[in-house]
């Protein structure tokens, strides 16, 4: 008998190899991006300090009244510009982009160049 992959396992050992090269500094933080079925989620992280210093999802009260009509692929375009806009507000410029495993494409990929249009780096 064939015993199935679990997918996300796959995904967490992805991110484990990549987090031992990817690692955010004070002058360029790590964005994180994490997407589930409905939802995306993006953070601004510095690892020397250990604290999120932005961050932005579809669930957020101000973000979700905004991407009712629209589709996946835009919600999380307007996350990562919304997470850029944030970021840079608190005078973030540069950050290394961290995809949490995924294949950069389809809503990652829409995340990080929502990034780059907001004014981030990568």
């Known amino acids: 008998m064939i015993n199935k992959l679990d997918k996300n396992e796959l995904r967490i050992k992805r991110h484990a190899r990549v987090r031992n090269k990817v690692f955010g500094t004070s002058s360029s933080p790590r964005l994180n991006v994490y997407r589930s079925l409905t939802h995306v989620y993006a953070q601004i ?9 932005a961050s932005a999802s579809t669930i957020e009260k101000a973000i979700k009244d905004k991407i009712v009509k629209m589709t996946r692929k ?5 996350v990562g510009e919304q997470v850029a ?27 990080a160049e929502g990034a780059r249009k907001g004014g981030l780096e990568l």
């Open 85 to 111: 806009m944030r970021a840079i507000e608190k005078g973030i410029k540069t950050v290394v982009f961290d995809r949490g495993g995924y294949i950069y494409t389809g809503r990652v990929a829409q995340v």
């Open 74 to 78: 835009e919600q999380a375009f307007f």
């Open 45 to 53: 992280i510095d690892d020397t300090k250990g604290i999120t210093l």
